[in-house]
Nanobody, 119 residues
Framework: QVQLVESGGGLVQSGGSLRLSCAASGSSFSIYTMAWTMAWYRQAPGSQRELVAKISPDGRLYYADSVKGRFTISRDRDKKMVYLQMNSLKPEDTAAYYC?????????WGQGTQVTVSS
């Protein structure tokens, strides 16, 4: 199994920055470390969960248009830690942010970390 634990959320003023972290662990993740696509999703109250950013095993990146140029997803060399650097935060970025790991038909989610951006 795979366990994902997010951290780094909090309250920040508009225009500020936060760095979210996702720690991946578990036997399945360790065995297939190089095969997992890692992603960050977010869900605001009353809204659907949306993909924010993802990074493939080969390092290919994807960003939602709403965060492109402001957010950066990255992984440690051992690929067990995933980060989301969020700059120039806006009130509309306020949401619960979730770490996601996907490999073939397997998919796992973290518990989420709250990001609140004040205007």
């Amino acid at each position: 199994q795979v366990q994902l634990v997010e951290s780094g959320g909090g309250l920040v003023q508009s225009g500020g920055s936060l760095r979210l972290s996702c720690a991946a662990s578990g036997s399945s993740f360790s065995i297939y470390t190089m095969a997992w696509t890692m992603a960050w999703y977010r869900q605001a109250p009353g809204s659907q969960r949306e993909l924010v950013a993802k990074i493939s095993p080969d390092g290919r990146l994807y960003y939602a248009d709403s965060v492109k140029g402001r957010f950066t997803i990255s992984r440690d060399r051992d690929k067990k830690m995933v980060y989301l650097q969020m700059n120039s935060l806006k009130p509309e970025d306020t949401a619960a942010y979730y770490c996601n790991a996907k490999r073939s038909i397997a998919e796992y989610w973290g518990q989420g970390t709250q990001v609140t951006v004040s205007s």
